[in-house]
Every structure is written in C-alpha cells, then in structure tokens.
C-alpha cells in the first residue's frame, strides 16, 4: 500500500514527484518529503561552526559543516523514525499524523526500528571524525533524542524538550570547530532553545483539537488563547540570548546589523499566528528556516572586524 502525500508536505516534494514508489514510504518515515525539519536540526549546529570561525577572525569550516549536513539529515530521519515508533498509536488518531508509514501500517516496527538503527550507525561514523569532546556530545545526544517523544505524555512543554535537543548542535558543533565549550556557544545554544520552544509551539496550534481529543500535551494547548504572546516572549529571549553569543565572542558590528534582520523575522510571527488557522501555523513554522539562515549569516559576518582593528590601531 502506497499512501498519498501526507498532509504537511508541500504538495511538489520531491518525495511524491521523483522518488520511486517502493521509496516513498522510507523517505517519508525519515521526514524527507518535508526537510524544514532538516534544516532547523542543521542550522544551529552550522551557526556554531560560524560563530566559532568568526570568533577565531576567519570564515567558518566547510568541510566541518558538509558533516553536520549529512549527520543532521540522518539523525533527523532516525529521530522520526523512534518517534513514529513510540507515537504509533497516538499518530492513528490525529488527522494530520495518520498517514504516517508505521501509524499507517506501510511500514511495520521492526523496520523502522533497523531504518533508525542504520541512520544512527552513520551518524556514528561522522561522529567519530571529530574531537573527543564533540564525540562524547554526540553521544549524549541520543539521551535527548531517546526521551523526546515520551515529554508529550508527562508535561505540557515537550517543546521545550525538543528545543534542548535540537539546538544540541550548537554545542556539538561549536566544540568539533574548537575542541572546547565556551560562553558564547552556551548562550547561542540557550537562544536556540527559546527559538525552538517558539516555533514549535506555532506548530502544534495544528493539532489543538486533534490533541484534545487523544489526550497529548503541548506549549499550545497550556498557552491557550496566550499563544501568540507567549511565542513572542520565547522569541525575545532567544533574541537576547543571540545578540549577548555575538557580544561575548567579540563578534564585529557586522553580526548586530544583520542579526537586526534576524530578530525582526521572529517577532513578526507571533503577530500573524491565529489559533483557527493550522495553514497559517504551518507557514509561519517553515519560515523558521529564513531566519535561521540569517542568524548563520549574521555570524559568519561577525568574523570582520574593521573597526575594532582600526581602535586597537590608534590605541
């Protein structure tokens, strides 16, 4: 059996356009039918590689970024895999989750449990490229990634969780760039979080009802009708939490005019976001890849410096 797109896909994916049938089901386990995901797992990892070349005065490492690509894309894909295992029940019951490969029956458990299992051993490999500290990172990373799917069953703010998870890249890749973990990692890591725990409360405004009714936890459903005030809140503290990354790395002013950019994305979304309306909500989630392509941006630009050299000249 071969299900149509699911329902939070574009509806030209490449998935459902080019890829074969048999296909189809393992690339839409793996989420690659709809690769915001894959993108907002990469970005802070990328934004740390940024940050910790230009705090060094230089651009950021190619080839260390071509790693978190493919590794990112992988343990997304494994990570979704687990969750649809755990969720199988919960997702038969939700409209926009039923169609999903294990919930649906097209692929079963045992699969999916060795299509994770094979995503993680490639990861592994990557990971193993790296330095002992970004290593032992990588690893406790599954921690995150193990527990993740049960936050919903135990507390209102599984957001939260998955924003401490995906934003583990800011770590990890900060310290695979450096060796070590310094401030200016932490606080983008700690702006990450907010940033997540933000867009992932507009996404789940898209299950407010179906969440309701199978009995699931969400930020959006605790916040109520204070939604939108309480994703603008998140996002003013990742705001923070970026601007203060750039200050303590020595960042060039650069990183504030483009981070201006950065902060004016995210605040416009709260603004937009309605409860009656999961299209909008969708939209609005997607966008979160722009911006976080600019903070990356604002951070590989922070590495010139011409004013502070021309102060510690005349000094």
Known sequence: MTASPLPDAAPANWVDRLAPMALRPWLRLGRFDRPAGIWLLLLPGWQAIALAGAQAGRGPDLVLMGKFLLGAALMRAAGCAFNDIVDRDIDAKVARTAARPVASGQISVRQALAFA???SLVSF???LTMGPLAIALGVFS???VAAYPFMKRITWWP?????LTFNWGALLGYAAATGTIAWPAVLLYAGGVFWTLGYDTIYAVQDLEDDALAGVKS???RLGARTARGVLLFYQIAVVAAFAAGATAGLGPLFYLIAIAYAAHLVRQPFRLRLDDPAGALALFKSNRDAGLILALALVAGAWKPLLGMIGAAA
């Open 125 to 127: 490999v990557l990971l």
């Open 117 to 119: 299992a094979g995503a």
């Open 219 to 221: 930020s959006a459903r």
């Open 142 to 144: 599954l921690v995150l």
């Open 159 to 163: 957001q939260a969780w998955l924003g």
